[in-house]
């Protein structure tokens, strides 16, 4: 148990830094502005699928216990990752004592607190009581949306867009 964590914390840090690698200061995207559109699938009831942001990477809005929060969606990240202030203001607000994740990242190990969100949902999909990680802001560029919900949906690279269905 503690190598998964060990692996996790090591993604997690790994998919934290390599965004400012291939980034410049471009605005965030705006609402909605990375999702082509929800469509129907023939297997699943519900669907949404995501085209590359001008940075390459995939980008979606979610609502996160009932509040819309921009995420960077990272197949490598283990757990949805949010930065303190973003947790914040879902009434989010860890004690220090909380911080017992070791994480790794490009600037040495930090800690994490552990949550658990009750709702997110991208689009039509809804996963409820989603493992999280709350990160101070400075360890992290931006929300992840990692395997913790997307393992709890279909998701498939198709065309060069990223499609979940549930």
């Excluded at 559109?37 to 609502?63: C, D, W």
């Excluded at 879902?90 to 552990?114: E, F």
Aim: aromatic fraction near 6%.
């Amino acid at each position: 148990m503690r190598s998964i964590l060990a692996f996790a914390a090591v993604v997690l840090a790994i998919a934290a830094f390599v965004p400012r690698l291939y980034t410049t200061e471009a605005p965030a995207p705006q609402v909605g502005a990375a999702v082509v559109a929800p469509v129907p699938a023939a297997a699943y009831g519900r669907s949404i699928t995501l085209q590359k942001a001008a940075n390459g990477h995939f980008m979606t809005e979610a609502i996160v216990d009932g509040r819309r929060m921009g995420f960077l969606v990272d197949t490598g990240a283990s757990m949805i990752a949010l930065r303190e202030r973003e947790a914040a203001r879902l009434g989010i607000h860890p004690a220090r004592r909380d911080y017992t994740a070791n994480v790794s990242t490009a600037n040495g190990t930090i800690k994490a607190a552990r949550i658990e969100l009750n709702r997110v949902e991208v689009g039509n999909l809804t996963v409820r009581n989603v493992a999280a990680l709350v990160l101070p802001d400075e360890a992290l560029a931006q929300n992840l949306l990692g395997m913790s919900f997307l393992s709890k949906v279909k998701w498939e690279h198709r065309n060069g867009r990223l499609v979940l269905e549930q």
